[in-house]
């Protein structure tokens, strides 16, 4: 199977090339600067001292570490395979966004191995499974690439925190993902992305879900040089929800980009999305938000919100929400802004005697607290507070 | 304890002030009184220091300093403290933390240690109580979703925790009931000593029934045009603003 993907996807990358301006997707992030890295190196002898707990399952360099595997606490609880042993295509295939992307196509044809990960029906998950992604570069320019697809059988409720760690060279980190969600299941996903590397991130995340499914996405980025990120969920059946909260933060010259396509293909679904970025210097950002409510989808409800703080006059926010509606009987908004910090509240606080720098930062800090206080998890929470603080303190 | 000479302000080249001159001693409350757009509000934020009008001219003196240059920060430290006409909502940030924030800021210029969690606790309680707000209170955000009672109690409240010596009340009685205004007035009786001072930016009588001025000036076009007593008051309840214009 592996080497059928790796073959579609190498005469993709050849037909298509790297994206350019013209793409909807690309209009506002360059990838030339993507094209210097190269896999021929990676995830050769890489050893690292630490991959976590039992509940953790570690990627150096995106493939799996045999001592995580073999320690991993839910081992017995799931189903672990190659990709390369499945035989079903439909496991395999993602979006038919994602196959109009070059660069996913880039990543798929350099994959050295790939896990499916099937969480048994009636098993128990009380502890979140954390995913590290340990990226280790002895070599300049270096192109990582990974696939792993996760299946949720009915019932199953889970939590996945995916941390990412960089030492080294900067490199071009390549994540593909897929989420199978079986009928009423519980998926929490926490991404937490902070780099000091200069490295850049690309990320493919495609979520497929099943009735009643109730899926949380979760994510904090700070300090990347280059961060964007596909996100695409196709709500299948009647009765799901689904609340993605994302908070960004940049500095000096970084870019994030979050683009999301959410497709209401049933009746009864709720969908909210919530991006904020704070950006400082002459950082820039990106949101494309896409509600697709198909013919048919009614009693839809959903709801797009990006909202920009800019801390600089040379920082820089894109933000195109777009709702595509074939239905006739549903709820659906969006909205988007972006200004400087309040005048009227600095100079509230500063009457009761703060400091402005201290009401500057109350206000950035309260910001970004209104989407983190809407995190599930009070571990990520928590992290993600005293990263924020880390961030403002500089 | 406050001193205005000459005071002379404008917002975007638009003369507001056209030469101010107050003088409020220790231990006195003041009110003035005028017309929609006689400069009241603007006097009362640019005495705080708001950075959108621009001082022309004038002296604006607190305990014989000079502070018509200085921050807004600092002219708070120094003990002068605002109760805003229309306080503005900050989501995020709790009454509790932003209380402490301002309460160490303020202790740390006068050189006192921080208030410990309990203490800062039970004093705000004991107020909350005396205001009729639940302890509740103190986990909202700043003045979000906040009734417009609850927005005057919440400035009630930030008056009797940082005990400044010159609170300005801008318009405070406005857009209350009976029963929020007897509170509020509580609230500044309470927050009233020999040592501080007050002055009420107000258009009615009302908050007067409760509260009682030891003088009263009215302003017209950026001038503080007649001072008196309460009689005054009266006068202008019966007559209006218009044999003060000749």
Same mark, same amino acid.
């Given at each position: 199977?592996l080497?059928?993907?790796?073959?579609?996807?190498?005469?993709?990358?050849?037909?298509?090339?790297?994206?350019?301006?013209?793409?909807?997707n690309?209009?506002?992030?360059s990838?030339?600067?993507?094209?210097?890295?190269d896999?021929?190196n990676?995830?050769k002898?890489i050893?690292?001292?630490?991959?976590?707990?039992?509940?953790?399952?570690?990627?150096?360099?995106?493939?799996?570490?045999l001592e995580?595997?073999?320690?991993?606490?839910?081992?017995?609880?799931?189903n672990?395979?190659?990709? +390369?042993e499945?035989?079903?295509?439909?496991?395999c295939?993602?979006?038919?966004?994602?196959?109009?992307?070059a660069?996913?196509?880039?990543g798929?044809?350099?994959?050295?191995? !790939?896990?499916?990960?099937?969480f048994?029906?009636?098993?128990?998950?009380?502890?979140?499974i954390q995913i590290?992604?340990?990226y280790?570069?002895?070599?300049e320019?270096l192109?990582?690439?990974?696939?792993?697809?996760?299946?949720l059988?009915?019932?199953?409720?889970?939590?996945?925190?995916e941390k +990412?760690?960089n030492?080294?060279s900067?490199?071009?980190?390549?994540?593909?993902?897929?989420?199978?969600?079986?009928?009423?299941?519980?998926?929490?996903?926490?991404?937490l992305? +902070?780099?000091?590397t200069?490295?850049?991130y690309? !990320?493919?995340n495609?979520y497929?879900?099943?009735r009643?499914?109730?899926?949380?996405?979760?994510?904090m980025?700070?300090?990347?040089?280059?961060?964007?990120?596909?996100?695409?969920?196709?709500?299948n059946?009647? !009765?799901?929800?689904?609340?993605?909260?994302i908070l960004?933060?940049?500095?000096?010259?970084?870019h994030?980009?979050n683009?999301?396509?959410m497709?209401?293909?049933?009746e009864?679904?709720?969908?909210?999305?919530?991006?904020?970025?704070?950006l400082?210097?002459?950082?820039?950002?990106?949101?494309?938000g896409?509600?697709?409510?198909?013919?048919?989808?009614?009693?839809?409800?959903?709801?797009q919100?990006?909202?920009?703080?800019?801390?600089?006059?040379?920082?820089?926010?894109?933000?195109?929400?777009?709702?595509?509606i074939?239905?006739?009987?549903?709820k659906?908004?969006h909205?988007?802004?972006?200004?400087?910090l309040?005048?009227?509240?600095?100079?509230?606080l500063?009457?009761?005697?703060?400091?402005?720098?201290?009401?500057?930062n109350?206000?950035?800090?309260?910001?970004?607290?209104?989407i983190?206080?809407?995190?599930?998890?009070? +571990?990520i929470?928590?992290?993600?507070?005293?990263?924020l603080?880390?961030?403002?303190? !500089? | 304890?406050?001193?205005?000479?000459n =005071?002379?302000?404008?917002?975007e080249?638009?003369?507001?002030?056209?030469?101010?001159d107050?003088?409020?001693?220790?231990g006195?409350?003041? *009110?003035?009184?005028?017309?929609n757009?006689?400069?009241?509000?603007? =006097?009362?934020?640019?005495?705080?220091?708001?950075?959108?009008?621009?001082?022309?001219?004038?002296?604006?003196?607190m305990?014989?300093n000079?502070i018509?240059?200085m921050?807004?920060?600092?002219?708070?430290?120094?003990?002068?403290?605002?109760?805003?006409?229309y306080?503005v909502?900050?989501?995020?940030?709790?009454?509790a933390?932003?209380?402490r924030?301002?309460?160490?800021?303020?202790?740390k210029?006068d050189?006192?240690?921080?208030?410990?969690?309990v203490?800062?606790?039970a004093?705000?309680?004991?107020?909350?109580?005396?205001l009729g707000l639940?302890?509740?209170f103190l986990?909202?955000?700043?003045?979000?979703?906040?009734?417009?009672?609850?927005?005057?109690?919440?400035?009630?409240?930030?008056?009797?925790?940082?005990n400044?010596?010159?609170a300005?009340?801008?318009?405070?009685?406005s857009?209350?009931d *009976?029963?929020? =205004?007897?509170t509020?007035?509580k609230?500044?009786n309470?927050?009233?000593?020999?040592?501080?001072?007050?002055?009420?930016?107000?258009?009615?009588?009302?908050l007067?029934?409760?509260i009682?001025?030891? *003088?009263?000036?009215?302003?017209i076009?950026?001038?503080?045009?007649?001072?008196?007593?309460m009689?005054?008051?009266?006068? *202008?309840e019966?007559?209006?603003?218009?044999?003060?214009m000749?």
């Open positions: 199977m080497k059928k993907i790796q073959k579609h996807s190498h005469a993709r990358f050849e037909e298509l090339g790297y994206p350019s301006k013209k793409l909807e690309w209009k506002f992030s990838s030339k600067h993507l094209k210097k890295y896999s021929s990676s995830g002898n050893s690292i001292d630490h991959c976590g707990d039992e509940y953790t399952l570690c990627f150096v360099n995106g493939q799996i570490t995580s595997l073999n320690k991993f606490i839910y081992k017995d609880d799931m672990i395979l190659d990709i +390369d499945l035989n079903d295509e439909t496991t295939s993602t979006s038919s966004n994602f196959e109009k992307e660069l996913f196509h880039l798929l044809s350099t994959i050295k191995s !790939g896990k499916y990960f099937e048994k029906q009636g098993s128990k998950f009380d502890t979140p590290l992604n340990f280790s570069k002895k070599t320019a192109r990582i690439s990974s696939f792993n697809i996760f299946k059988n009915d019932g199953n409720n889970i939590s996945i925190v +990412d760690v030492e080294g900067g490199s071009f980190n390549l994540s593909l993902n897929k989420f199978i969600c079986a009928d009423d299941t519980i998926l929490n996903h926490s991404i992305y +902070d780099d000091n200069e490295s850049n690309l !990320g493919y495609y497929e879900l099943g009643n499914v109730l899926l949380n996405i979760d994510s980025n700070i300090n990347s040089t280059f961060n964007k990120n596909f996100i695409e969920i196709d709500l059946k009647e !009765g799901s929800e689904v609340k993605i909260n960004n933060l940049a500095r000096n010259q970084q994030l980009d683009n999301i396509l497709n209401h293909n049933a009864h679904c709720i969908s909210f999305q919530n991006v904020r970025n704070i400082d210097d002459q950082a820039t950002c990106v949101f494309n896409k509600v697709v409510v198909a013919d048919g989808a009614q009693k839809t409800d959903s709801n919100s990006n909202k920009n703080l800019l801390l600089s006059r040379n920082a820089t926010a894109h933000s195109n929400p777009q709702l595509e074939y239905a006739d009987d549903v659906c908004g909205g988007s802004t972006t200004g400087a309040d005048k009227d509240s600095i100079f509230y500063r009457a009761r005697g703060i400091k402005e720098s201290d009401a500057n109350i206000l950035v800090k309260a910001f970004a607290k209104e983190l206080q809407e995190f599930v998890s009070d +571990d929470r928590n992290l993600s507070e005293n990263n603080s880390h961030w403002i303190d !500089g | 304890m406050i001193k205005i000479e =005071l002379k302000a404008s917002i080249d638009k003369e507001i002030l056209k030469g101010i107050l003088e409020i001693p220790k006195e409350i003041h *009110v003035i009184m005028g017309r757009g006689s400069g009241k509000s603007t =006097l009362a934020n640019v005495i705080a220091g708001n950075e959108t009008y621009e001082v022309d001219s004038g002296l604006i003196a305990n014989g000079d018509t240059e921050s807004i920060e600092n002219r708070a430290l120094q003990g002068l403290f605002l109760c805003f006409q306080p909502a900050i989501p995020g940030v709790s009454m933390y932003f209380l924030a301002a309460l160490n800021a303020k202790n210029h050189g006192k240690e921080e208030m410990d969690a203490k800062f606790l004093t705000a309680k004991k107020i909350l109580s005396d639940d302890d509740s986990k909202r955000s700043i003045n979000d979703g906040f009734s417009g009672g609850e927005k005057k109690k919440s400035e009630i409240l930030q008056l009797l925790m940082l400044p010596q010159l300005i009340l801008d318009e405070t009685d857009g209350l *009976v029963d929020a =205004l007897r509020v007035a609230g500044v309470e927050f009233k000593n020999d040592n501080n001072s007050v002055l009420i930016i107000t258009h009615y009588q009302r007067l029934e409760y009682e001025p030891d *003088v009263v000036h009215i302003m076009d950026g001038k503080i045009v007649k001072s008196g007593d009689k005054l008051v009266h006068e *202008v019966k007559n209006g603003y218009s044999w003060l000749k």
